[in-house]
C-alpha cells in the first residue's frame, strides 16, 4: 500500500527537542520532492519546509527558519524534520506529503509547560 | 509572501445543489515556467487533507467530475456541480508558484 506514517510527536516543554520521522511505503520516497505542513488545534492549514529528491534544494517558512532542521535518507526511505527551541506556538498536527498528492495522517506535537 | 483570500469563509449548502468557492492572490501565480500553480484541497473532519485540483484545473485521479477549476492570474473559482454528503468539510485554495507556499483561510462547507 502506497502510504506515509509519521511517528515522533509528543508533550514536550518549550525549548525543547524532537524529531520527526515519516517513513514511506509502496513507492521510492527517491523519486519525490517532499513537505512538511502543519496544522495548529482548529486552525488552517501552513507550509513549513521543502526538500527536493536529492537533497540539493531545502526551504522553510520563516516561522519554523533556524529551528527546524528538514532532512532525507532516500535508502531508509524516510524523511525527518528536527525541531528545536520549540514554542507553544509549534504545538500542531504535523504531516508529511509527497509533493501535495499524498498525506500522512498526522503526528500530534504538543509544547507546554 | 503570497497572500491568498478565499470567499466565502463558509457555505451552507443543499444536497445535490451547485456550490463554488472563490480565491484570490495577492500577486499573479504564473510561474516564470508559464504554469500556475494554483490547488484545492479538501479536509474531512478528522482526516488529512486530500489534492482535489492542481494548475487550477486538473483533476487527481479518483476525484470526481462534479469538481472544477478555473481561473487565471489572481482570481480562481473551484465548483460542485450537485453537492453530496461527503463533500462536507473545509476547502483550502493553496498556491505552489512561489516559497512560501501559502494557504487561503479555508472554506467550510456545510449541508
Known amino acids: 500500500e502506497v502510504q506515509l506514517v509519521e511517528s515522533g510527536g509528543g508533550l514536550l516543554q518549550p525549548g525543547g527537542s524532537l524529531r520527526l520521522s515519516c517513513a514511506a511505503s509502496g513507492f521510492s520516497l527517491s523519486s519525490y520532492y517532499m513537505n512538511w505542513f502543519r496544522q495548529a488545534p482548529g486552525k488552517g492549514l501552513e507550509w513549513i519546509s521543502y526538500?527536493?529528491?536529492?537533497?540539493?534544494?531545502?526551504k522553510y517558512a520563516d516561522s519554523v527558519k533556524g529551528r527546524f532542521t528538514t532532512s532525507r535518507d532516500n535508502a531508509k526511505n524516510s524523511l525527518y524534520l528536527q525541531m528545536n527551541s520549540l514554542r507553544a506556538e509549534d504545538t500542531a498536527r504535523y504531516y508529511c506529503v509527497r509533493g501535495l498528492d499524498l498525506w500522512g495522517q498526522g503526528t500530534r506535537v504538543t509544547v507546554s509547560s | 509572501d503570497i497572500m491568498m483570500t478565499q470567499t466565502p469563509p463558509s457555505s451552507p449548502v443543499t444536497l445535490g445543489q451547485p456550490a463554488s468557492i472563490s480565491c484570490r492572490s495577492s500577486q499573479s501565480l504564473v510561474h516564470s515556467d508559464g504554469n500556475t500553480y494554483l490547488n484545492w484541497l479538501h479536509q474531512r473532519p478528522g482526516q488529512p487533507p486530500r489534492l482535489l485540483i492542481y494548475r487550477i484545473s486538473n483533476r487527481v485521479s479518483g476525484v470526481p467530475d462534479r469538481f472544477s477549476g478555473s481561473g487565471a492570474g489572481t482570481d480562481f473559482t473551484l465548483r460542485i456541480t450537485r453537492v453530496e454528503a461527503e463533500d462536507v468539510g473545509v476547502y483550502y485554495c493553496?498556491?505552489?508558484?512561489?516559497?512560501?507556499?501559502?494557504f487561503g483561510q479555508g472554506t467550510r462547507v456545510e449541508i
Open positions: 526538500i527536493s529528491s536529492s537533497s540539493s534544494v531545502i
Open positions: 493553496m498556491q505552489s508558484t512561489q516559497f512560501p507556499r501559502t
